[in-house]
Each structure stands twice: as C-alpha cells, then as structure tokens.
C-alpha cells in the first residue's frame, strides 16, 4: 500500500489535501505516482516562476488535482475518493472552480471506474504531522 501525505483529510478519508511542498514531492515520487519526471519536464518548459502547470493523477482509489509552480516552492495536491458514485464525482468536481478542470476531473473519473476496486487498497491517506522531522 502507498502512503499518501496530506496536511487534512475528513473522517472518512474520501477528501484530503496538502499544500506542503515536502509532501507534495514526496507524493509525486517514483515511488508513489510515477510522475516526477513528467513534471519536471512540463516545469522546464515554464517560462515564470509565476506559472503553473496542473494536471490529474491517479493513486489507489483516489484521483489527484496537482497544481505546482515553476519553482517549485508551492503548490496543491488534492485527493478525492470518488466511491465509483457519479453524483459524487460530480459534486468533487465541482471543488476545482474552473469548468476546464471539471470537465477533465470527469474524464479522469470515468477512466479509473473500471479498475476502483481492484485499486481500492492500493494507496491511503495519512497525516503529514511530523513525517519530516
């Protein structure tokens, strides 16, 4: 099972999320998401500091907003247990104010349908508290 580090999540632990940049890479480690070096490259590519690149991952049961800066000193990662239940995916979606990331927070859900619970013991949500000290 991955670990997944998040500054909160709820009681049933279907939301979490962190905007510590230490989880955050931790999370986004090739031991976890496979994603590091997809996301350096598209940082690379950055012109500002000030830019952003976003994008949607799947860990376990959980399907991942990830939002970094060029340079790499802050960021988002949010996690949603979407049950393989349409009107809660909906309803998650609608916590990414812009209809583009909706749109493709859909898509991204009714890709991982198939496969949640295969998935579902793959990756949990842990507190961050202390895991870096």
């Known amino acids: 099972m991955a670990t997944i580090l998040v500054s909160e999540h709820n009681e049933d632990k279907t939301f979490g999320k962190t905007n510590k940049m230490k989880s955050i890479l931790f999370n ?3 031991a976890k ?5 997809l996301i350096n490259n598209a940082l690379s590519e950055l012109e ?7 994008l ?8 991942s ?3 970094l800066y060029k340079n790499k000193d802050s960021g988002i990662m ?14 998650n979606s609608n916590y990414l104010n812009a ?5 493709h927070f859909m898509l991204e859900y009714e890709r991982m349908k198939p496969f949640y619970e295969i998935n579902y013991n793959a990756a949990e949500l842990f507190l961050d508290d202390g895991a870096f000290n």
Do not use: H, Q, W
Not at 33 to 37: A, F, K, P, Q, S
Not at 48 to 54: F, L, W
Not at 78 to 91: H, P, T, V
């Open 28 to 30: 986004i480690s090739p």
């Open 65 to 67: 907003y990830i939002e």
């Open 78 to 91: 949010l996690f949603f247990d979407n049950k393989n239940d349409d009107e809660a995916a909906f309803n």
């Open 99 to 103: 209809p583009d990331f909706r749109n």
């Open 48 to 54: 500002n500091d000030t830019d952003s690149i976003n």
């Open 33 to 37: 998401m496979n994603l590091e070096g």
């Open 56 to 63: 949607f991952a799947v860990c376990g049961r959980y399907l």
